[in-house]
């Protein structure tokens, strides 16, 4: 019976002791499983990439060789690709239909947003609701349409034709819109209450603290447009006119593929997508953070 009795205190702290230990070992466990996952998520994303570039350093002889590194790695292939087709006119092309159409959509979809969050109105619920569904309309679905209507407006095989169907998107309506419908009304009222309109309120209340959201959509509608491909397949008649996707598309031929050169022309057209990235890292991975959250 002592010796029951002078154990007894020390057994729960015993006790709590390897529970702790257990707990910590099992999250070093998972923390360490969690990161060898990414890790070989990345390079599973990553190697493509790297793939891609290794291709366009080798030898037209030796552009299957299964090697991590080129043997007789060249400059060759961007030689070629850069005398082949304009790839300066069509990545400024490019860059100028997806800067216009990334501020076009942003611009159209804030003040719609505005109008559907804030104001009631005759079949606004209709419209809102409608705007909605011509998002599920695959954009293949409405191409010929809109092709007629280019032709006719005299467009063809010009940059105003690949942004005037793109002038305003559903999915950056529907996204500001549901951002500013959780805006605090408190904030609004408070700078009504200082005397500042509808215009002033959207412009210099609302779209500041909207950033994240603002961010991401313009980094989506970016990189979507960037990567457009059927539209300029379309309306596109000569490489001056065109943009980047459809000068690498002029490597592949009926007599065979030149794959060192469209490995160069693609990894020449990956660069600014690459370099807006690093420059906006922190902030891509912040909006996207922020906007997962909500």
């Known amino acids: 019976m002592t010796t029951d009795v002078s154990l ?3 057994l729960p702290g015993v006790a709590r002791s390897r529970t702790r230990r257990r707990a910590q070992s099992a999250s070093r466990l998972n923390t360490a499983a969690g990161h060898a996952v990414m890790v070989l998520l990345s390079i599973f994303c990553l190697f493509p990439v790297y793939w891609m570039i290794i291709s366009s350093l080798r030898p037209a ?37 997806s800067v216009l159409v990334t501020v076009a959509q942003l611009f159209t979809g804030l003040l719609a947003a505005y109008a559907f969050a804030r104001w009631r ?36 095989d ?11 998107g559903a999915l950056a309506v529907l996204l500001l819109a549901q951002a500013m419908r959780s805006f605090p009304a408190e904030v609004i009222e408070a700078a009504r209450m200082d005397g500042a309109k509808s215009w002033r309120v959207l412009w210099e209340v609302i779209t500041p603290n909207l950033r994240g959201t603002i961010a991401s959509l313009a980094i989506l509608i970016f990189i979507s447009t ?69």
């Open 61 to 97: 002889n030796a552009i299957f060789e299964t090697s991590l590194w080129p043997t007789a790695a060249s400059l060759e292939n961007y030689a070629y690709a850069l005398n082949a087709i304009p790839i300066g006119a069509m990545l400024v092309n490019t860059l100028v239909v």
């Open 121 to 156: 109105f005759p079949f606004d619920k209709l419209i809102y609701t409608m705007i909605a569904l011509t998002w599920l309309v695959p954009f293949q679905v409405v191409m010929i349409p809109n092709y007629l209507l280019v032709a006719n407006l005299g467009l063809l």
């Open 158 to 168: 010009s940059l105003a034709a690949l942004i005037l169907p793109h002038f305003a």
């Open 226 to 294: 960037w990567n457009e491909y059927f539209w300029p397949l379309l309306l596109s008649r000569t490489p001056e006119n065109s943009v980047i996707q459809i000068g690498i598309q002029m490597f592949m031929t009926s007599e065979g593929t030149a794959w060192g050169p469209l490995m160069a022309a693609s990894t020449l057209a990956s660069l600014p997508i690459l370099a807006i990235y690093i420059v906006l890292q922190q902030q891509v991975i912040q909006s996207f953070m922020k906007s997962g959250i909500r």
């Open 8 to 10: 007894s205190p020390a």
